[in-house]
């Protein structure tokens, strides 16, 4: 989890470091990035931030089953299963930071779904 953690904070400074920089500079105004605005990043920078949201919008479902596993004594469970999960995650990552191709989505779709079959698994296999 503690990987998963440091992965989204990485990418959330990947372009929080550009942009922040660029308000200081006086390059942009601090309110330039608000939602509905256009966007002006370079492209690997929207890409990581989709990564950033990416990760934040599943940390939570795998925190969940790690600390439920944790709670109901059944860590072992999550630990056979976590290296993959992991692994998933950061290949997906890359994959967003890469590019946009076809291949590339396939990529990032196909490690999605590993790690919702993998936290499925988990879900059913904690129930009491």
Known sequence: MLIFVILSLLLA?????????????????????????????????????????????NLPLFAALVLTAAATGQSAVVDGLAGAFIFCRLGQSAAHLIGTSLPLVLVRATLFVAQVLIMLYLAWTLLP
């Open 13 to 57: 400074m990947t372009y929080a470091g550009y942009r922040v920089p660029q308000i200081f500079l006086g390059n942009k105004k601090a309110n330039h990035w608000e939602r509905n605005q256009p966007v002006d990043d370079p492209a690997f920078l929207i890409r990581a931030k989709g990564a950033h949201l990416n990760c934040l919008e």
